[in-house]
């Protein structure tokens, strides 16, 4: 399991809408410019963004893309399920056919323990923390970000 490049990109893109002004939609080559990703690259993750609701999409001379929601409400597991599906750490968790040990594996229940906890992490963190941790110049803590329904 690994967090792709793609969706290493699609954060950063993500990132810098979210600390524009979202009354105007920016170009997706302003944003590949700013963060240094491949524009082809860039207007695939934008359309993938897009198609999972994450994005809006407006074409013409003044179209570009802005966030389809409050930064507040966009997870860092929106992201990367928008970028690359659920992350596992074994294919069983997916699909128990796999393996024809999945009933009874010893080391099936601590997978699916590191998997939840790796959602539950993921979920935690906003792309407003994010923002917040960039706009103070730290690195993001997750130990600190607040946690939901708490």
């Known amino acids: 399991?690994?967090?792709?490049?793609?969706?290493?990109?699609?954060?950063?893109?993500?990132?810098?809408?979210?600390n524009h002004d979202n009354r105007e939609p920016l170009s997706i080559s302003q944003v590949s410019r700013?963060?240094?990703?491949?524009?082809?690259?860039a207007r695939s993750i934008q359309h993938d963004l897009a198609q999972a609701g994450i994005l809006t999409t407006t074409r013409g001379a003044?179209?570009?893309?802005?966030?389809?929601?409050?930064?507040?409400?966009?997870?860092?597991?929106?992201?990367?399920?928008?970028?690359?599906?659920p992350l596992v750490f074994s294919p069983c968790e997916?699909?128990?056919?796999?393996?024809?040990?999945?009933?009874?594996?010893?080391?099936?229940?601590?997978?699916?323990?590191?998997d939840d906890d790796i959602r539950?992490?993921?979920?935690?963190?906003?792309?407003?923390?994010l923002v917040k941790s960039q706009a103070?110049?730290?690195p993001f803590d997750p130990k600190t970000a607040k946690k939901k329904n708490a």
């Not at 399991?1 to 979210?18: C, G, Q």
């Not at 700013?34 to 690259?41: E, I, R, T």
Request: proline content about 4%; charged content about 25%.
């Open 1 to 18: 399991m690994e967090i792709k490049r793609r969706t290493d990109y699609a954060i950063r893109m993500l990132l810098t809408m979210a």
């Open 34 to 41: 700013s963060d240094q990703v491949p524009y082809q690259f």
């Open 62 to 85: 003044h179209g570009g893309s802005q966030l389809a929601k409050p930064s507040e409400k966009v997870t860092l597991l929106d992201i990367v399920w928008a970028m690359q599906g």
């Open 94 to 114: 997916v699909d128990p056919g796999w393996c024809e040990r999945f009933e009874y594996c010893s080391v099936h229940n601590i997978w699916k323990k590191l």
């Open 120 to 129: 539950e992490q993921l979920e935690a963190i906003t792309l407003e923390d």
């Open 136 to 138: 103070d110049a730290v």
